[in-house]
């Protein structure tokens, strides 16, 4: 039995992030169990949760964002900023999104902290599956053809196309790169809206599960060079739907590709929190989420669940939580030990990388964890 931890829960400072690591809800479990629980003030604002609702479930509260980071485990929704850096340091416990592939420097600066990091995108569920990656990539999918549509409309600098189409006139085209959680979820949306979908994807086995799954409504194609761009040339709505965990996103549509398309098209790459899946992708805000290299539109937000603060977080804590209170409880190493899942979480430990996809991303030695 370890001794309780004191864990800091801070207001996320990346631009329009409202989201928020731990609910009241989920404090009145840490606390259940012995642990003290210090939340930056305001941070739940954005996703309704007021000082208040903190202090009746235990937490204490602080202005001080230091403070709230001199904790034994940081529980954060995004990777920590340059400002943040300074607040990380030995014999910390980081739980959060990291991405680190697309960010070498938070990676640098994890290891000369020598902070212990477990990324919630490589936790990996008893199935394989990423169970904390998976709720913001049902969102962020959904959101991409909610967003898709919205700037499709010529207000907005679009084509000025109606997804869904009226009768007598085409449906948009919708291209969705990936089948997986994103693409899935992004096709749903779509298929609803009345568009014309197409998925392209490597695996014959999923593309086998995705006519299954849909019956029919949708097409599904090998993600060949020859039908990326085919389907290029007809699209309205792009959607960048590719993950390689740990690793950066591969650069599926190049900046010539943008000349197939038809002018006033939109690409919404969800992968750009691993770098993007375009080469013409630079991360965006929900402050300017859109900008145009050759006529051709980029979505690239990167915390687009952010959107929807309230649903997002609810939907992230519920898979969060339960590994937050087992590693408060055994502490990192035993918890760890007890999961393997778990174990390839953790990105960063006693100044080197564990996670080999991450380590080969960065061009760094693998450190093996009981090294």
Excluded at 49 to 73: I, L, N, P, R
Excluded at 104 to 109: E, I, R
Excluded at 134 to 149: D, N, V, W, Y
Aim: aromatic share 4%; glycine share 12%; net charge negative.
């Amino acid at each position: 039995m370890i001794d309780p931890m004191r864990i800091g829960v801070p207001r996320e400072i990346k631009a329009q992030e409202f989201r928020v690591g731990a609910t009241p809800a989920c404090v009145t479990g840490y606390v259940a169990d012995g642990h003290e629980v210090l939340v930056e003030s305001a941070a739940g604002e954005g996703a309704g949760f007021s000082d208040a609702a903190y202090v009746a479930a235990g937490a204490h509260v602080t202005k001080d964002a230091g403070e709230t980071w001199a904790q034994d485990m940081v529980i954060k929704v995004k990777e920590p900023l340059p400002a943040e850096y300074p607040y990380l340091r030995q014999d910390q416990l980081l739980f959060t999104y990291l991405h680190l592939a697309a960010v070498p420097a938070l990676a640098d600066a994890l290891m000369q902290a020598g902070t212990s990091a477990i990324a919630y995108e490589t936790v990996e569920g008893q199935s394989g599956e990423f169970v904390c990656l998976s709720p913001m990539s049902a969102i962020a999918g959904r959101l991409s053809i909610q967003q898709g549509a919205k700037y499709l409309e010529r207000p907005f600098g679009g084509r000025g196309v109606l997804l869904g189409g009226v009768p007598g006139v085409p449906r948009g085209h919708v291209i969705i790169l990936g089948g997986g959680v994103v693409g899935t979820q992004a096709a749903r949306m779509a298929v609803g809206l009345g568009a014309d979908v197409t998925i392209l994807d490597v695996s014959p086995r999923r593309l086998a599960d995705l006519e299954e799954l849909f019956g029919g409504r949708v097409q599904t194609l090998f993600a060949t060079a020859d039908n990326l761009a085919t389907c290029l040339c007809r699209a309205d709505l792009v959607v960048g739907a590719v993950l390689v965990p740990g690793a950066a996103a591969p650069k599926l549509i190049r900046r010539e590709h943008l000349g197939l398309m038809q002018s006033g098209a939109l690409i919404v790459d969800v992968a750009v929190d691993q770098g993007g899946c375009v080469e013409t992708t630079q991360p965006t805000s929900h402050v300017e989420p859109v900008f145009t290299v050759d006529g051709i539109q980029h979505y690239c937000v990167a915390n687009m669940p952010s959107a929807v603060a309230r649903t997002a977080t609810q939907a992230l804590v519920s898979v969060t939580t339960p590994y937050g209170r087992r590693l408060a409880g055994q502490g990192l190493l035993a918890a760890i030990a007890a999961d393997p899942g778990l174990e390839r979480g953790l990105n960063v430990h006693a100044g080197g990388v564990t996670h080999p996809a991450v380590a080969r991303a960065l061009g760094v030695p693998q450190r093996p964890l009981a090294a």
